[in-house]
């Protein structure tokens, strides 16, 4: 499995590959990957405090 068909799955698109790279080494970039992590802790902090509900259901 290449990153093409790994990026495809991911509902992004080969020819934004180079962008993406491209991008990868800004500021603005890391900045965005930070925006990223800090949602997905939001999150695991949201299941994790529901996770006796959820087990419950």
Known sequence: MNSGDFLGS???KSDLWP???ANLCSRSFVSYMYLIRQCVNHFRRLIHANE?????S
């Open 10 to 12: 991911c509902g992004i």
């Open 19 to 21: 962008w993406f790279l």
């Open 52 to 56: 006796p509900l959820l087990r419950r």
